[in-house]
């Protein structure tokens, strides 16, 4: 498929997007209906994307289908409302100049910033090609860079915000926070959400992570929410805030830190 057809799905799809707007804004409310509505932007890409990766060729009215599927789901917007958006609305409101998706795939964080006015220069990181060129139609002004998590190209403290989203448990180690918290300025926010685990010792997935790595099948383990959270303290930030939602074992947390400015020895 061409960057031509793969901007025409995007197209068909974002207009599915505004058709289930009205009833997205019933559940969350007007203020909140904002980053959803941008969630939705980046899903509607990312249905695309994998569509064109598997070799289908699902109408686009098959694919907003899925998409009214996986948004009708008062929970799912009862999350972005409730835990996802207070964390967006706060980095926001720092105004943040120059902003970083690291894994951003289609561009979910990008889009909601956006949505909510911050952001001069977006800049998002990924290793899929195919996402990246999504990006590339949703926010043509964004700089789409192929690049891995545990190797950014880009110079130390180069961005005043770092987001990821969704990418934390792909991940084969925490490694990554490190570098991420590299690129941040001093002073500069994090923010981490994704899918966790709790009640479950950490020693006891690391060799299930292992294996899950080795093999040739897309088997994920989750890290603890509890894992994460000590890793973004020992990447030199501070942790300002922890919002969670829990079905058992399995929950979706959002991490929100500043990056501490580092101690400089005075002359002698």
């Given amino acids: 498929m061409s960057l031509k057809e793969l901007a025409d799905l995007i197209a068909e799809l974002e207009l599915e997007v505004e058709r289930l707007a009205p009833s997205v804004e019933v559940v969350v409310g007007r203020r909140a209906s904002r980053i959803v509505k941008a969630v939705l932007k980046a899903r509607a890409a990312q249905l695309a994307v994998r569509t064109v990766r598997r070799g289908l060729r ?22 972005l409302r409730d835990v996802a958006y207070p964390a967006y609305e706060r980095l926001a409101s720092l105004k943040p100049a120059k902003v970083l998706d690291a894994g951003c795939g289609t561009g979910l964080n990008l889009l909601v910033l956006k949505s909510l006015g911050a952001g001069m220069i977006l800049v998002g990181a990924d290793l899929d090609e195919l996402s990246l ?26 961005f005043d915000a770092v987001m990821s989203t969704g990418v934390v448990h792909e991940l084969p180690s925490l490694a990554a926070l490190d570098e991420l918290s590299r690129a941040l300025a001093e002073g500069g926010r994090m923010l981490v959400s994704d899918r966790f685990l709790r009640r479950v010792p950490g020693p006891l997935l690391r060799p299930l992570r292992r294996v899950a790595h080795a093999l040739p099948v897309n088997w994920e383990v989750p890290f603890t929410l509890k894992e994460v959270v000590k890793k973004v303290s020992e990447a030199g930030l501070e942790v300002t805030g922890l919002a969670e939602r829990w079905s058992g074992s399995n929950g979706y947390a ?15």
């Fill in 58 to 79: 699902l109408s686009p009215w098959a694919l907003a289908k899925m998409l009214r599927r996986m948004y009708s789901d008062p929970q799912r917007l009862e999350i």
């Fill in 133 to 158: 060129r999504a990006l590339r139609v949703l926010i043509p002004l964004a700089d789409a860079v192929r690049a891995s998590l545990e190797l950014l190209p880009f110079r130390s403290g180069a």
């Fill in 254 to 268: 959002v991490i929100e830190a500043v990056k501490k400015p580092l101690r400089r020895q005075r002359p002698r």
